[in-house]
């Protein structure tokens, strides 16, 4: 499964079902959920929440190594939640979220290599 096709998986599970009652039960308002299965993309507690509910690792969504098919506790790591904000923000393009995303990724990676090697302490924000 991919993040564009969340939507479609939750109509599917959704089935005949009212949109306010599976909202209800998922923990999002109804208007949320229909945006989802429309084709938007939900923020990171919404997402948290639609995978804990499709019983999906996020993941396995968004096409990580080591995706855990089938996860009933998912775990997002820390450089997903950066994608995943800048990708629900209406204010940003895709394309652009993707290129802060790679951004904010590429220092994250190099920060973890300099603390590997020796050559940076672990900042005291982490």
Same mark, same amino acid.
């Given at each position: 499964m991919t993040l564009l096709r969340l939507g479609a998986a939750l109509r599917d599970r959704r089935g005949t079902r009212g949109v306010r009652e599976l909202a209800a039960? !998922? *923990? !999002? &308002?109804?208007?949320?959920? &229909?945006r989802v299965e429309g084709g938007k993309l939900p923020d990171l507690v919404t997402f948290r929440k639609i995978? #804990?509910? $499709?019983? !999906? +690792?996020?993941?396995? !969504?968004l096409g990580l190594p080591g995706?855990? %098919? *089938? &996860?009933? %506790?998912p775990s997002i790591p820390d450089s997903m939640t950066v994608a995943v904000h800048l990708r629900a923000d209406a204010q940003? &393009?895709?394309?652009?979220? *993707? +290129? $802060?995303a790679a951004l904010i990724l590429a220092a994250q990676r190099e920060l973890a290599g300099r #603390?590997? +090697?020796g050559r940076a302490d672990v900042p005291s924000w982490v």
């Open positions: 039960e !998922i *923990g !999002i &308002s109804p208007a949320t959920l &229909s995978c #804990v509910w $499709l019983k !999906i +690792d996020p993941a396995q !969504i995706a855990q %098919e *089938g &996860s009933t %506790e940003l &393009s895709q394309e652009a979220a *993707g +290129d $802060l #603390v590997r +090697d």
